[in-house]
């Protein structure tokens, strides 16, 4: 089994920056891929970006440019660092192990215009 718990959700006016965090603990070899996730009111939960144990990345069209996520094996935590952040980023956004298909309990973020 695997927990992933997330951190630095928040409210922040258009334009600026948060960075996300999600530290994981149990079973790390669930850290194989990893994601980040939203989900905005009234909307189906969408893939944000994620990352392979080697690096690789996939982004959603709508935040390439402006969010990197990244991750430190040896500390077994997961980053998203979100800039330029629009009013239609707000939402809660979730930490994902992929290959074990565990979820964390979400963080709210709110981007005022």
């Known amino acids: 089994q695997v927990q992933l718990v997330e951190s630095g959700g928040g409210l922040v006016q258009a334009g600026g920056s948060l960075r996300l965090s999600c530290a994981v603990s149990?079973?790390?070899?669930?850290?194989?891929?990893m994601g980040w996730y939203r989900q905005a009111p009234g909307k189906e939960r969408e893939l944000v970006a994620s990352?392979?144990?080697?690096?690789?990345?996939t982004y959603a069209d709508s935040v390439k440019g402006r969010f990197t996520i990244s991750r430190d094996n040896a500390k077994n935590t997961l980053s998203l660092q979100m800039n330029s952040l629009k009013p239609e980023d707000t939402a809660v956004y979730y930490c994902?192990?992929?290959?074990?298909?565990?979820w964390g309990q979400g963080t709210q973020v709110t981007v005022s215009s």
């Open positions: 994902r192990s992929t290959w074990c298909n565990s």
């Open positions: 149990g079973r790390t070899g669930c850290m194989f891929v």
């Open positions: 990352i392979t144990t080697g690096g690789t990345t």
